[in-house]
């Protein structure tokens, strides 16, 4: 096969899936689905995750497709958290490939992404999914999964109806492959985006993203945009939350044991998200930035193959935006929600969400999407990978009396007090006591990324120093505070900024152990940054103001002989944090044989 049909490579564009769509397929899955479809560099898990649990909470059938996959390629496609069975999804996409190769096209096979973006949607056809929450994979004008046309009327910009679409937090990421500037990236982005739809923009870092983003968006769907970055919302602590269900009976929270453990790691109360709704509509467009948004857009698309939807719109009138609210309209509303998901970041996150459910209430008629069953949703979302807490050492209460050493893990849902949400005594002083028996795993492959983590270690090392010394374990406060040395165990991609992303990371005290991660299935342009070249770029890149302060570094051959050392290692009170890659904490979840999605499975069924 030539390199041009390999379908192994990553092939951005659209004319393949959407021939094999609409011609080769026996029906067209998009016909009649209507999606929300989240792009962004960082978030966009985040934000299907706390979608999707709301819209189940509130008793729609919900089909998700996330990129990439956890832990098996069929973990991506789920309707209402299930995963799609490992044997059928085998057969379904077995099927597309025959299809495909006895329908030869001008534009080339099938790439394996079009072919799991083909199979999800067939899925969700299948199942007559409500709605779909779908990420992109990458980019999002030549993704896959950009295959969706505006919420009413036919178009050429493809079937089905994208209802709302989440711009995420957008940075340098994949560059060479969706642009090498920043706005070149957020171009590619905003591809998503529909005439007559619902925009949820989420704070942006860089400028330069934040105005090719609002250009665009205002230019194909003006007074439909909702800038996070204008609402009222803020993330607190509570001393006590309450759930109202009087008008909902039919809603249920996961029993609390399987609850994300929120004030250990997150303070000392329950975290929420306060946000006012209506929102108030984005007004960035005015005569002077509309004008510099046609010459800007014109000018950066053509340097792509595929013309920008705000350049094929021609022959289209932009909706006209939504009325000025009368004297009629309802008051401001004030609610809160949850926060389970840990890191500062996810209000953020949360808030994206928030506005998109409330774009789905208001203009699409998702009228169940009440704020109790949001909040049901935000309390039960699970998002497997982020960073999460997984306990390693002897197996407690296994019975065996044997001297060796076994390894066992429990998820990072430590058990929660339903009535408070604090923390049960026993896991609190468990975790204290024994921090080095615990891993925090999180996929942060980039700079931004690595920052939150970062900030969220300096703040989790500062709060267990707090509980520690009120709990009284030990005489000494300063023997355990947020200058606890951290132990990184870190997997890279070929490519990625390994000096920028440790420069983030790594203190002085601190120790560096490189490792290399399994090929991931399907993925294989995906390729491991050797181990040693990661420990040449930090011994060459991390360059400490004192002179004396280093870091000790160790490279290993593979993740189990990680867990191997970190077993006999209990007592040197180090903080093991395992991140730089998905792929690496994926083999993590497999090493310590956590299946979340099945889980979850168990506790729906």
Known sequence: MAASENPG???????????????????????????????????KGSVCALISEALFAAGYKVGTYNSPHFLTVNDAVRVDGIPVPAAEYAELRAWISKLD?????????????????????CWFSKNNVDIAVIEVGMGGLRDATNVFGPPEGKSSLGAGHSLVQCICSVDMDHLGMIGNTVEEIAFEKVGIIRPGSW???????????????????HKISPGRIINIRRQPANDLLVGNFSFNLKDSPGLQLHPPESSPNWSLFNGTGKRCLRVKYPPSLDSYATAKSSSSSSSSSAATSTSHQHAHPSECLSSFEPPSAPKPADDNSPP????????????????GNACVAFYALYALRTYYGFSKLTDAAIQVGFQNVRWPGRLSWLRIGNTPDSGNNSSSTSLSAQNT????????????????????????????????????????LRNYINTTLRRLAQ??????????????????????????????????ILKKLVRPGDTLWTVPFSQPEEMPWVKCEDPEAILACAKQNLQFENNSDSF?????????????????STSDNMLNVLCGSLYLVSDLYRELQIQPFDEDAEQRL
């Not at 870092?205 to 968006?217: E, L, S, Y």
């Not at 509303?333 to 500062?344: C, I, R």
Request: cysteine-free; aromatic content about 6%; glycine content about 8%.
């Open 467 to 500: 509980q520690r010394y009120i709990n009284a374990t030990t005489g000494k406060r300063h023997h355990f505070s947020e200058m606890t040395p951290v132990r990184w165990i870190v997997g890279l991609s070929r490519g990625k900024d390994a000096g920028g």
């Open 199 to 217: 925009v949820i923009i989420a704070r942006q870092d860089h400028v330069g993203a934040f105005h090719k983003i609002h250009q665009i968006a």
């Open 101 to 121: 190769a006895d329908t030869p096209s001008p534009d080339g096979p099938l790439s394996l992404f079009e072919q799991a973006t083909v199979a999800a949607l």
């Open 332 to 347: 401001s509303m004030e609610a809160d929600f949850p926060l389970v998901l840990p890191g500062s970041h996810q209000t």
């Open 552 to 568: 000790e570094s160790a490279k290993f051959d593979s993740l189990s002989e990680v867990l191997d050392k970190l077993v006999q």
């Open 9 to 43: 490579r990553i092939k951005l564009g659209l004319e393949r899936i959407i021939r094999f769509l609409e011609s080769t397929l026996p029906k067209d899955p998009r016909t009649n689905l209507r999606v929300v479809h989240v792009a962004g560099t960082n978030g």
């Open 413 to 452: 849902n430590v058990s929660s007090d339903a009535s408070n949400g604090y923390s049960s005594n026993s896991s609190s002083n468990r975790i204290i006591d024994s921090l080095d028996e615990w891993i925090l795993a999180d996929g942060a492959h980039n700079e931004p990324a690595a920052t939150e």
